[in-house]
């Protein structure tokens, strides 16, 4: 009779051991590195990308900051040859569009003629030894009272403290402000057919309370006095604010006239006769004292060699150029409503302000 077998002499068959993949850890660690690495490399690739796009929009923000004018003044504006030879250099400053008191800071830039580009323009020509005289090219209908003004006494502190002549050139449109401008220069040459004139000041106020009753939108203004909302164009204004704004009104003319007295041959009595709002011609404003010679660049060149006792001189215009940050910023600004444009073409302003702006047809 066979015995059984016993437990010392033969064992089972251990179980044949899996072999361990690389990273496996208890059977699941493989599958988890698996998952966890494409994370890993991608926040590795945003993290270049992030230092790449920092790195690139700093060295963007300098180069445009380098070519915007900025009202700083540590920025230089581009030279472009106009006319003229020779070892002196005349800056051709351009004073163009409305005048506003907004910024000229590169992308930021608002647009039009403003008194910080012109401040940085002015001081560039004053610190360059080689610039002898400077232009201004006016082609601008006025604009606002205070910058038309910031703009004028610019152009008198620099001739004072650079020693510097100055000659307006005026362009197609030197009205209103343009001329207010205009009239801090030494001398003023417009072309025969030049619109200039306007001498006097304008307050636009509209009335849009009928309009809001149609579509029943009722204003309540909470003050702290009885005109803190005076001109809200949602009341009609009475007597009282109408001589108010008069009154203002008047200051800013006198201003206006005062102004150019001070810069022309001419007398108040006279000035106030021109300055009742009408417009001339270059040939009018000649024949009446209110420009000096006729021509255009060429005969503001002239004018300013003799003025700075200079036989011959190279005129530059003082240009900006825009840089990569302003070309984005084109690409990525909505464009205007057109009910914005529409408000605007037709001269009226939610927040009327006083101006020195020559506006037809309004």
Do not use: C, H
């Amino acid at each position: 009779m066979a015995s059984e077998p016993s437990e010392s002499s033969e064992s089972p068959a251990a179980p044949e051991s899996r072999p361990q993949s690389r990273g496996d850890n208890g059977g699941s660690g493989g599958a988890g590195g698996r998952r966890v690495w494409p994370w890993v490399l991608a926040g590795a690739i945003l993290l270049v990308f992030l230092v790449v796009g920092v790195a690139v929009l700093a060295a963007v923000v300098g180069v445009s900051g380098g070519s915007s004018g900025s009202a700083s003044g540590s920025e230089s504006w581009e030279e472009s040859y106009v006319t003229g030879e020779g070892e002196s250099k005349i800056a051709a400053i351009p004073i163009s569009g409305t005048i506003t008191g907004g910024t000229d800071d590169g992308a930021f830039s608002t647009g039009g003629a403003t008194p910080d580009a012109l401040r940085s323009q002015l001081q560039q020509a004053e610190g360059d030894p080689e610039v002898e005289a400077v232009i201004l090219e006016v082609d601008s209908p006025g604009g606002g009272v205070v910058p038309s003004d910031e703009m004028y006494r610019l152009v008198r502190d620099f001739k004072r403290e650079a020693e510097k002549p100055v000659v307006a050139d005026m362009g197609s449109v030197a009205a209103s402000g343009g001329y207010y401008v205009s009239a801090a220069a030494d001398t003023i040459v417009a072309n025969p057919s030049t619109l200039t004139g306007s001498i006097g000041v304008i307050f636009n106020y509209t009335n849009f309370g009928e309009a809001l009753d149609k579509v029943g939108v009722d204003p309540e203004p909470i003050t702290s006095g009885e005109f803190k909302d005076l001109a809200s164009p949602a009341n009609e204004l009475t007597e009282e604010e109408r001589e108010i704004i008069e009154s203002q009104v008047q200051d800013n003319y006198d201003r206006f006239v005062s102004a150019i007295v001070q810069g022309r041959p001419l007398s108040e009595e006279r000035v106030r006769e021109l300055g009742d709002g009408r417009t001339y011609s270059g040939e009018q404003a000649a024949s009446n004292g209110l420009v000096d010679e006729l021509g255009g660049i060429d005969q503001a060149a002239a004018e300013a060699r003799e003025l700075a006792g200079i036989q011959q001189a190279e005129v530059v215009r003082y240009e900006e150029s825009p840089g990569l940050l302003d070309s984005l910023q084109a690409r990525i600004t909505p464009e205007e409503p057109e009910a914005v444009k529409v408000i605007e073409a037709a001269g009226i302003d939610p927040a009327p302000e006083f101006q020195y702006l020559y506006r037809p047809g309004w």
